[in-house]
C-alpha cells in the first residue's frame, strides 16, 4: 500500500487541523492505520490509530480529547481532525499502516509502511 499525507499547514494555538492520508491499493480495509509525529530533534512519536474497520481506536495520552482518528475504507482515506492545537504539537506527522494489526498494536510496534510527512506548526 502507498499513503499520501496532506493537510498541514501554519495555525494558531487553539486552532484546527484536519489531515488526511490516502492510500492506494484495493485491501485499504486489511490494514490498521495510524498517525505518528516527529518534532525538531526528537524522536518518532505515536499519536493515534485505528482498527481495520474503524470501530476501535487507540490514542496517546497528550491528544485524548482534542485529536480524533476515523476512516473511510470507501475513499481509502484515514483523517486526523486536531482541535485545540498547542505548540507542542508542532511536527512532522506521518501516516502509517500495518495489515491485520489492533489500534493498540500500531502503538506498539513500528509499521511496515510509511506516508511522506507533512509538517504542523502551532505558533504561540
Known amino acids: 500500500v502507498q499513503l499520501q499525507a496532506s493537510g498541514g499547514g501554519l495555525v494558531q494555538a487553539g486552532g484546527s487541523l484536519r489531515l488526511s492520508c490516502a492510500a492506494s491499493g484495493r485491501t485499504f480495509s486489511s490494514f490498521a492505520l495510524g498517525w505518528y509525529r516527529q518534532a525538531p530533534g526528537k524522536e518518532r512519536d505515536f499519536v493515534a490509530a485505528i482498527g481495520l474497520n474503524g470501530a476501535s481506536t487507540y490514542d496517546t495520552d497528550s491528544v485524548k480529547g482534542r485529536f480524533t482518528i476515523s476512516r473511510d475504507n470507501a475513499k481509502n482515506t484515514v483523517y486526523l481532525q486536531m482541535n485545540t492545537l498547542e505548540p507542542e504539537d508542532t511536527a512532522v506527522y506521518y501516516c502509517?499502516?500495518?495489515?491485520?494489526?489492533?489500534?493498540?498494536?500500531?502503538?506498539?510496534?513500528?509499521?511496515?509502511?510509511w506516508g511522506q510527512g507533512t509538517q504542523v506548526t502551532v505558533s504561540s
Open positions: 502509517a499502516a500495518q495489515r491485520w494489526a489492533t489500534a493498540q498494536a500500531m502503538g506498539l510496534i513500528v509499521p511496515n509502511y
